[in-house]
């Protein structure tokens, strides 16, 4: 077997696949190296021995911390081998991080360590130049520093991959300060109405849906209140929740009592994509979250913070219906909390998400589709399934790896600032171009000249001949060409008068 570290405990004790392509293997090299699939390269001379234990030591040296893998391993081994590899090196940072871990997440001591005494410096258990940490609590039993970015009942992990780093340091919440600023205040609005639109719309445009206008209306009324200054709590989730959803027998008076699952359209328990944790630990978890949501660490950038909300919200799935719409909702409620944005302003982040949708599904899978690994479903026809968890699920999910959540989250919030808002904001100025222009030189209806330039720009810059049929009776042929051709002109940045335009 070639796998070493988290791979090979992994296989020895048939776990979920969490890891991904971040695998360790030996190979024939002479220093441990990142091979370019992101598995990582061993030397034959640093394979460990066979045990948990010292895959366990290997990886925390060569892999940091994948936190639900070890307190998966250290539920498997003897109490006594580890207490033993303790006292054998006491100030060894592994053996201590492995002890730490032990002892906080069983709520009692290792045997024989009752004299304990560690004489190193104090160690945070996650790098903070790996991974994105919390405050850091000491333990001074084990002279170590617990910074993970939630409590024992939920801390999520968020590494700090090249990629998630550099969208980090673009500080896209003040590219939108600077952004709402350059535009004006009277622009500003009007590039946020249709971004709130936007918005609604595609929130339910992920689900497959075309809202009603009063269902629209609603959910865009919500997201006007993201920067009202609430915590989150169950009384204010189920009223979104209510709020959002206009199914009357959906609509939830607390979290979930009972299991829910996703499912694709195939009978049975062959179909069920995923299923969130079961209601009682559910509710457990949505105690550390909303713990988290309303307490973002000092040092935790805030779209991250609010990444790491949105998609742990929607894999504990907390009620029956609605969890989706509510999770990107609460990207707009963290940032709205962060005071980092001007105030009522919006980043259409589902308008990306939506435009990018395969890699949304991979954002989601790269937790859901391994977790799924975690229950046994059964299907007795209709709706009778049963559901068999495996031993020490909950861990998996109260340490769920969010990183691909995070980065798409930043991307997807780049992306709506740079091209959807700057794309709108630039439309509205054509469109201003336009309707000066031709009101000038021509009468017709408002709503017409309106309509014609906002079809002509999205066909590209030209006039269908069916819209033409459809305009024939209100507007005269020439004043259609005008304004074809003033569009045109405009969408590559020329003057719109002819005689102007060659004097240049």
């Known amino acids: 077997m070639s796998e070493v570290g988290y791979a090979w405990i992994q296989s020895a004790l048939a776990a979920p696949d969490f890891l991904g392509a971040r695998r360790a293997r030996l190979a ?6 990142r091979a370019a699939d992101g598995s990582l390269l061993v030397p034959h001379k640093l394979k460990p021995e066979p045990t948990l234990l010292q895959h366990a030591l290997f990886a925390l040296k060569y892999e940091g911390v994948e936190l639900g893998l070890l307190l998966h391993t250290l539920q498997q081994v003897s109490p006594q081998d580890l207490s033993a590899l303790v ?35 104090y160690v945070p258990l996650f790098d903070p130049d790996a991974y994105f940490v919390g405050s850091p609590q000491r333990d001074s039993r084990w002279r170590m520093e617990y910074n993970g970015l939630g409590e024992w009942d939920f801390c999520p992990v968020v590494r700090k991959t090249p990629a998630i780093a550099e969208l980090v340091q673009q500080n896209i919440l003040q590219q939108a300060q600077v952004f709402a600023q350059s535009v004006g205040q009277a622009m500003l609005e009007r590039a946020l109405a249709w971004a709130y639109l936007s918005e609604t719309e595609g929130s339910f445009a992920i689900e497959g849906e075309a809202p009603s206008h009063s269902k629209a209306t609603l959910f865009a009324a919500l997201l006007r209140r993201a920067h ?33 699952r996703l499912q694709r359209d195939v009978r049975g328990a062959a179909g069920v994509t995923y299923v969130p944790p079961a209601p009682d630990l559910a509710a457990q978890l949505m105690q550390g979250l909303m713990r988290f949501g309303n307490q973002r660490p000092a040092t935790l950038d805030a779209l991250v913070h ?60 790269a937790f859901s589709k391994p977790a799924r690994a975690l229950c046994e479903v059964q299907w007795a026809g209709d709706e009778h399934y049963s559901y068999e968890w495996a031993s020490g699920a909950a861990i998996w999910f109260r340490t769920m790896d969010l990183t691909e959540a995070v980065a798409f989250t930043l991307e997807m919030a780049q992306a709506s600032l740079s091209t959807h808002l700057r794309e709108e904001v630039e439309f509205l100025a054509l469109f201003d171009r336009v309707q000066r ?25 030209t006039l269908s001949n069916n819209r033409r049929k459809r305009f ?16 045109q002109r405009a969408m590559k940045g020329r003057a719109l008068d002819t005689e102007t335009d060659d004097e240049v």
């Open 472 to 487: 024939a009776e209100r507007v005269q042929a020439h004043v259609l060409d005008a304004i074809e051709q003033a569009v």
């Open 228 to 260: 009202d200054q609430r915590p989150i709590t169950q009384e204010m989730l189920v009223e979104l929740q209510n709020a959002a959803i206009s199914n009357p027998f959906d609509k939830a008076v607390q979290f979930r009592t009972e299991q829910n």
């Open 28 to 33: 024939s090299i002479s220093r441990v190296e």
């Open 87 to 121: 006292l054998a090196a006491p100030n060894s940072m592994y053996g201590r991080k492995l002890g730490y871990l032990w002892e906080r997440w069983h709520g009692r001591k290792l045997p024989g360590l009752d004299a304990l005494q560690v004489a190193a410096a």
């Open 437 to 461: 222009y031709i009101d000038a030189r021509y009468d017709l209806r408002n709503s017409d000249l309106s309509t014609l330039i906002v079809t002509i720009h999205q066909n590209g810059g």
């Open 306 to 365: 609010a990444a790491v909300v949105s998609f742990a919200f929607v894999f504990i799935h907390p009620f029956m219906d609605g969890n989706g719409r509510l999770s990107r909702f609460l990207i707009h409620h963290c940032l709205g909390q962060s005071g980092l944005l001007p105030q009522q302003f919006l980043l259409p982040i589902s308008v990306s998400m939506k435009r990018h949708e395969s890699a949304y599904l991979q954002a989601l899978t």
